[in-house]
């Protein structure tokens, strides 16, 4: 009985798999195949890897200059600005990947064949992640070059903290796609996961100005309001968004804390995860037709 | 008319400054505070708005509960006391609450804050009790005894000085003289005391806490209620202040015990080790003031609480390993046109201006600092690299290869493209 029952299991696995998991990794082959042969992605590395040269010059004429320099880490900003850099751009992508071929008919056309909204969207999901990898790898190739160029150490830490951003970077492609499929078109969806972006770093950038201005602790001022307001809405949009997970990940690694560094790349995970759900759940929602 | 106009108007505008700069007083009870730092005890007040009162966990520091005059002062935006307009002491008991319940209950008792080596050097010692009344008598009979001993020096310099006119004189007419012996100037009196005050000595572990005085009426006394957070470090490490012989008025900082040090190849570096503690920023702002503005809950900063240069620093590089210890050096600005200075190892009898080790970078560096049984102290680990200073063409090379990839890829893509085209129309 227990042979007959494995065998009807592993019979209902493989059809399983015929009818969705092939089509899926065909999606993704394809997928992969049409971004590695695209300049963008290329280009997105070129920028990474041109904003750490930037900065390890002025690192280098700083040592020139006072004849010392006294660093955590040279790489830290670089790779600050890398990681979000790509992922930005990787949701991007991956929106503007679901909008066009909504718009265009090819979701459609899918769907009459063995492919769900979620399976659409996983292979979407898959194929972004697998090319942040890519990615990833092109950008620490580039960063090897400059240490070797530069004789600025490139720590184990970085290189940890490269390897562990693909949990931020899984949850901007996931949310590139929950934008993709609640909007319709692809200008506003592109303006959209843009603009989502910005808006956090922006946030980000405003609360670090803020938090340096002093206010005393028992006036009522403006600066206190407005920091008050910056903590309060960045508090809420580094977990709603996936941004602030990038910079979460980021400073606790750099810093040294691996326990922590995991932690954030599994709550990343689990927000993509969820997120990938909604996003299927919308496309579903606001339907496959253009 | 516009004259008397103008007059007027001056007249209003000078009374309306002359306003200004009296601030108002009011009669409240404050806190005043000498809280433990390692720069030394440092006073603050605590007045109303009540605000948090940190101190050092595991540390010394006193409380006074006082009513005095409070005025705001714009130029700092500081809530200040004129203490010599009012400095009533009030009685009662310090009450410690923690999560609604009492923790400590606290007595008034006298205390003296003593700087051995002076009140700008770092080291302050708190007595309390009766010690601290005893160590305040000695400080009055030492600083007594000194003033006498100083006046006894002055009146025999003026005596020696006569004598050596007299001798002068005597000289000039032929007449040989022998000198009195020059006399002795007594020792630097360094010792400094505050005087006898009274307040509660608070030394809490970690945690957050309720403080109020509770008066001999048994009712707890207005406006004395406050939050105080002990608070403590996070890390401790072996900090590093690292003098370069180019620019020594410059130092720079190595305390987070990861960082690396970049330095030129030939550059000579003094290094001064201390023992440093990492501190929440916006906990040790307070701390030292009550009423500052700066610091951030997120941040952290490293202070200094002793410094470990009688120790020997370990260096490990491509020549062997080699220990060097501690020196103090004197800074001496070059005579001639040719501005600058350059550091020595001071003359016998010369005083020093910094202590450090000295380090000349040839290439990447290990260093450590070594404790008395020869074992490298914990968080004093450091490397030192020479970067590659030369032309700078690599750092625009570099981004261009992904980029020149990509572009391989897109023209093979387009190539394969084409020859599918060509064979489908062939």
Not at chain 1, 39 to 65: C, I, K, S, T, W
Not at chain 1, 183 to 207: D, H, N
Not at chain 2, 36 to 65: D, K, M, Q
Request: charged share 20%; with cysteine; net charge positive.
């Amino acid at each position: 009985m227990g042979v007959v029952a494995g065998v009807r299991d592993a019979t209902r696995i493989r059809s399983a798999w015929i009818l969705s998991g092939r089509p899926t990794a065909a999606m993704i082959r394809l997928d992969l195949f049409s971004t590695f042969t695209a300049l963008a992605p290329y280009a997105v590395v070129a920028v990474a890897a041109a904003l750490a040269g930037f900065v390890l010059q002025n690192d280098l004429h700083r040592v020139q200059e006072d004849g010392l320099l006294v660093i955590g880490d040279p790489f830290a900003v670089s790779l600050y600005g890398g990681v979000l850099l790509l992922s930005v751009y990787l949701a991007a992508s991956a929106a503007m990947a679901v909008a066009r071929e909504r718009e265009q008919g090819t979701v459609e056309l899918l769907s009459y064949g063995p492919v769900s909204a979620f399976s659409y969207l996983l292979a979407k999901f898959t194929s972004h992640v697998l090319q942040y990898m890519f990615l990833v790898v092109l950008l620490l190739g580039s960063y090897l070059l400059l240490a070797v160029a530069t004789g600025l150490h490139l720590r184990g830490t970085t290189l940890l903290a490269m390897a562990l951003s693909i949990g931020p970077a899984a949850a901007a492609a996931a949310l590139g796609l929950l934008v993709a499929a609640l909007m319709r078109r692809v200008r506003p969806t592109i303006l959209a996961v843009l603009g989502l972006a910005l808006g956090t770093v922006g946030l980000q950038v405003a609360r670090e100005v803020l938090v340096r201005l002093p206010a005393p602790e028992f006036h009522v001022n403006p600066v206190q309001v407005l920091r008050w307001a910056a903590v309060a809405v960045s508090s809420i949009t580094q977990w709603l968004l996936p941004f602030g997970y990038v910079d979460r990940e980021l400073s606790v690694m750099l810093r040294g804390d691996l326990a922590g560094a995991l932690s954030v790349t599994v709550a990343a995970c689990v927000y993509a995860a969820v997120v990938l759900a909604l996003a299927a759940a919308g496309l579903d929602r606001t339907g496959i037709r253009r | 008319m516009n004259r008397a106009v103008i007059a007027t108007l001056f007249l209003l505008l000078s009374a309306g400054t002359a306003r200004a700069q009296v601030p108002v007083k009011e009669r409240q009870f404050v806190y005043g505070i000498n809280a433990f730092a390692w720069e030394g005890y440092v006073g603050s007040l605590s007045a109303r708005p009540p605000h948090t009162i940190y101190v050092l966990a595991g540390h010394r520091s006193i409380v006074s509960a006082r009513e005095t005059l409070v005025y705001f002062w714009p130029i700092t935006g500081e809530y200040r006391a004129d203490w010599s307009g009012l400095n009533a002491s009030v009685d009662g008991t310090l009450e410690v609450l923690q999560a609604g319940r009492a923790v400590t209950v606290l007595l008034r008792q006298p205390y003296v804050i003593q700087y051995p080596n002076g009140p700008d050097s770092g080291l302050a010692v708190l007595y309390v009790g009766e010690e601290a009344a005893r160590r305040y008598r000695a400080f009055v009979e030492a600083r007594d005894q000194y003033r006498d001993a100083l006046a006894r020096y002055l009146e025999a310099r003026r005596r020696y000085l006569e004598a050596l006119d007299r001798a002068a004189a005597a000289r000039q007419r032929g007449v040989t003289v022998t000198l009195p012996p020059a006399p002795e100037e007594p020792g630097q009196f360094r010792l400094f005391s505050s005087d006898v005050h009274d307040g509660f000595l608070i030394n809490l572990p970690q945690g957050h806490y309720a403080i109020r005085v509770r008066g001999p009426d048994g009712r707890v006394v207005a406006g004395s209620q406050r939050t105080l957070v002990a608070f403590t470090h996070r890390r401790e490490a072996v900090g590093f202040t690292i003098v370069p012989q180019t620019r020594w008025t410059v130092p720079e900082r190595a305390d987070e015990p990861g960082s690396t040090i970049y330095a030129r190849r030939d550059q000579v570096l003094y290094f001064q080790p201390y023992a440093a503690r990492e501190y929440n920023d916006l906990a040790y702002a307070r701390l030292v003031n009550p009423q500052s503005a700066e610091g951030r809950s997120d941040g952290w900063r490293w202070e200094y609480s002793q410094s470990l240069v009688e120790d020997r620093l370990q260096l490990a590089g491509a020549s062997g390993v080699q220990t060097v210890t501690g020196r103090p050096y004197r800074v001496e600005q070059k005579t001639g046109e040719a501005l600058g200075y350059e550091v020595i190892e001071p003359p016998a009898g010369q005083t020093s201006d910094f202590s450090g080790f000295k380090v000349q970078v040839q290439g990447t560096l290990n260093l450590a600092l070594l404790d008395a049984a020869g074992r490298p102290v914990p968080g004093s680990e450091r490397i030192v690299r020479v970067p590659r200073l030369g032309t700078a063409w690599p750092l625009g090379v570099i981004p261009l290869l992904p980029l020149t990839l990509g572009a391989a890829v897109v023209a093979w893509r387009r190539e394969q493209l084409g020859r599918t085209q060509r064979t489908r129309e062939a």
